[in-house]
């Protein structure tokens, strides 16, 4: 039998300036999570958010990407080779802030060269900002000098969820901040909502029976204003009850092998097994 197999590589595992952070480099020596970042194959090195969904069996594969965001590019050389990521059959977007969507130039490297065109599904108001931001993508008739730009062919999404190359993403609505919100996406048994601070009850009825949770974790302690801390994030997963979750969007507060411990620890407390994602991570879903 040609099994299909899912799985989920996460591509960014930071928030928007990354880690490590330019100026714990330049100005303060004692941010131990910086300092660390640098080093080769640190878990603390996070790019900005983003992860591809990768379907395949004996004769296909298909990669539908959520997010790429302003460091796409450098996760995409890192990770793209490594696990075999040839062709971008679709890219859904979770809201248009640019470390989620600040890499829509690079990708001209696969409509150049690889593919005609990637489908990208957005919200209208997304579709609205990046008809700013990157205003000669959506009209090429702008283009200066003649130069060859990513071809992207831009699909509105609304209602209750998209599908993408028969695979279905069912949309989860939440606040990114008081007054903001930003799309998360259940794919069968996962749900992935990387940019949240509050779950209003609609979408906690669409996420329970989730199997595997991914989550927004962006610090300890402090509370902000448009993203769970990890001490939020943590009782929610306790509330929703899945088998496994991660926690990702993470900020140079989060020291890996130190936080990991302590996941360990509330895992046993809680039946639930929570990880720390971090770049590169691939699991199956
Ligand atoms: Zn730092
Ligand atoms: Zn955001």
């Given at each position: ?17 990354g880690v ?40 296909f594969?298909?990669n ?19 696990y075999?990521?040839?062709?971008i ?20 490297d ?30 090429t ?24 190359e028969?695979?279905?993403f ?45 989550l ?8 902000h ?5 990890l ?28 936080v990991s ?6 895992s ?18």
């Open positions: 039998m040609n099994k299909i197999k899912k799985e989920l590589i996460f591509l960014g595992t930071g928030t928007s300036e490590p952070r330019v100026s714990c480099l330049t100005n303060s020596l004692d941010c131990l999570v910086c300092n660390d970042a640098v080093k080769p194959n640190s878990k603390n090195r996070r790019y900005n958010t983003s992860v591809v969904i990768k379907i395949s069996s004996l004769d594969e298909k539908i990407l959520i997010d790429a965001g302003k460091s796409f590019y450098q996760s995409a050389i890192k990770w793209f080779p490594k075999k990521i040839n062709t059959d679709g890219l859904i977007l979770t809201h248009a802030h640019q470390d989620a969507a600040g890499g829509f130039d690079d990708l001209r696969w409509t150049n060269n690889t593919q005609s065109s990637i489908p990208i599904y957005l919200r209208k108001e997304d579709y609205e900002v990046i008809n700013k931001t990157f205003y000669y993508l959506v009209d008739s702008k283009i200066t000098s003649g130069g060859t730009v990513a071809k992207l062919n831009f699909i509105i999404i609304d209602g209750t969820h998209t599908i993408i028969g695979q279905k069912e949309h989860l609505k939440v606040n990114h901040g008081d007054h903001y919100f930003a799309n998360g996406y259940r794919i069968d048994n996962l749900t992935y909502i990387s940019d949240c601070s509050f779950i209003p009850d609609k979408t906690m009825r669409k996420i329970r029976g989730s199997e595997i949770i991914i927004d974790s962006l610090r300890r302690g402090n509370k204003k448009s993203h769970f801390t001490e939020e994030a943590i009782e929610k997963i306790v509330e929703l009850k899945p088998k496994k979750a991660y926690f990702t969007d993470i900020c140079h507060d989060i020291e890996h092998n130190e411990r302590y996941l360990v620890d509330a046993k407390h809680t039946g639930i097994k929570m990880n720390l994602a971090y770049d590169g991570l691939k699991i199956n879903i």
